[in-house]
């Protein structure tokens, strides 16, 4: 107490460290393939070869491509479940939704464990995706519920960090333990992450009004912003994408999420078997360029989340400081075309790790943008339609992913990365050229 006012809790802060570690745990169960897919015992079970013969270019080639179709498998799940899971989370609220989304996920991850050929890890990967694309329309309505918008892509910037933690861990404990103990235990002790994160979500979160934790000063504090308190209880998708501000944020999501998920799936068979590297990294030495490329990509994420909330609070309007801030962001990703022509490995490194920030910075921002255009009540299904375009952009990417990779090398893959963020800021900004918000009627 100061001078007879109450002092404005931060349990808000809080949540959104659950948050945190939920995306966290989020990404390591989605990126565990990724490493294991450049074990040899797992190339050799998958392709059905003894485990003491050697596998030929033609087999290394026909495993690359049907891995590009697998990974659009869970991108199409992905896109499917944003879609259905944004809608549920918005009918039955985020405590019971997410929990679902959690626990279909890591069911999925441990069920990786059990399978022997592209066929049924295809379906394993396709239930994962529909369980894992519950984390982002939980988080963002969450943090629509829990912070004003001055501080809503700071928050989101947070949680969002939580991918490259992700990442990292992913990096650093999946090699060992494959190395270790084989592949199919890192997908089990992964996969039990997910039931240690649905205990504590379970326990700790609710709505912050009748939360015991959250005092009279902090509730008012949330909900300061006074054209977010609407009296519109539901809103059906067919009303969601008649505005054009949904629209605009699916387009931005269409245009760049198939860049990260490039990252994510390929960056391992990157620094493995690129051809202009000078130097080729493995199983026992590839978590060190994860954990830098990373690293500074939470960076950019905490930063450039910051940096929007920051130009919000010296008096620019939100419309120009998220697109100011996206604009940046999109600039640090052109670069990244040169990666894949260098032959030093630690330029390439850099050049990655300055886009991934990049991308992490601009993922903060455009998730906000829906809570600065739509009341909170519509969050969860507007980043649920935008989702579900962005991973179907995912998927189609993906697909040709491996055929591009095996006929023409990195090189097409990366110019695309580099040009896809300054494009979609176009498109974003000749649909919406202000970000206004949406007003719906009872």
């Not at 390591?28 to 270019?57: K, W, Y």
């Not at 929007?308 to 962001?329: D, E, L, P, Y």
Request: glycine share 8%.
């Amino acid at each position: 107490m100061q001078t007879g006012l109450q002092k404005i809790g931060n349990y808000r802060w809080r949540i959104c460290a659950l948050l945190f570690f939920a995306t966290t745990i989020n990404y390591v169960d989605r990126n565990v393939l990724s490493f294991t897919m450049i074990d040899d015992g797992f190339r050799h079970e998958m392709l059905d070869v003894p485990i003491d013969e050697a596998l030929s270019q033609a087999d290394q080639d026909y495993f690359k491509e049907m891995m590009g179709y697998i990974d659009a498998a869970f991108k199409m799940a992905y896109a499917i479940g944003f879609l259905i899971f944004g809608y549920v989370i918005d009918r039955i609220g985020t405590k019971k939704g997410f929990s679902l989304s959690i626990s279909v996920w890591s069911i999925a991850g441990i069920l990786n464990a059990f399978v022997g050929s592209f066929k049924g890890l295809g379906f394993t990967r396709f239930m994962l995706g529909l369980g894992e694309s519950g984390n982002f329309p939980s988080s963002i309505k969450t943090v629509a519920e829990w912070f004003p918008k001055k501080e809503r892509s700071f928050a989101v910037g947070i949680f969002n960090a939580g991918a490259n933690v992700g990442i990292i861990i992913t990096a650093l404990a999946v090699p060992w333990i494959t190395l270790q103990y084989g592949w199919r235990a890192a997908f089990i002790v992964t996969g039990l992450l997910g039931v240690i994160l649905l205990f504590f979500w379970r326990r700790l979160y609710s709505q912050p009004q009748g939360h015991p934790r959250v005092n009279k000063a902090e509730l008012a504090h949330i909900e300061s912003d006074q054209d977010e308190q609407q009296s519109v209880e539901k809103v059906s998708w067919r009303k969601v994408i008649t505005y054009k501000q949904t629209w605009a944020f699916a387009m931005g999501k269409f245009l760049t999420d198939p860049i990260w998920w490039f990252y994510l799936t390929w960056l391992p068979d990157f620094f493995n078997s690129n051809e202009a590297l000078d130097q080729k990294l493995d199983l026992k030495n590839i978590g060190i360029p994860f954990i830098i490329i990373y690293l500074i990509s939470d960076l950019g994420s905490v930063f450039f989340g910051w940096l929007a909330s920051k130009f919000i609070q010296i008096g620019w309007t939100v419309n120009r400081a998220r697109k100011t801030t996206m604009f940046i962001c999109a600039l640090c990703v052109v670069p990244i075309v040169f990666a894949s022509t260098t032959h030093n490995l630690y330029l390439a490194i850099a050049l990655i790790a300055l886009a991934t920030a990049a991308h992490a910075g601009w993922s903060a921002n455009i998730f906000t943008t829906t809570s600065d255009m739509f009341p909170k009540q519509a969050v969860g299904s507007v980043v649920g339609i935008g989702g579900m375009v962005g991973a179907t952009g995912g998927a189609l990417f993906a697909a040709a992913a491996g055929l591009i990779r095996v006929q023409f090398g990195y090189l097409p893959l990366f110019i695309m990365a580099g040009c896809a963020y300054l494009l979609a800021l176009l498109i974003i900004h000749l649909i919406v050229p202000n970000l206004e918000q949406v007003k719906f009627k009872n």
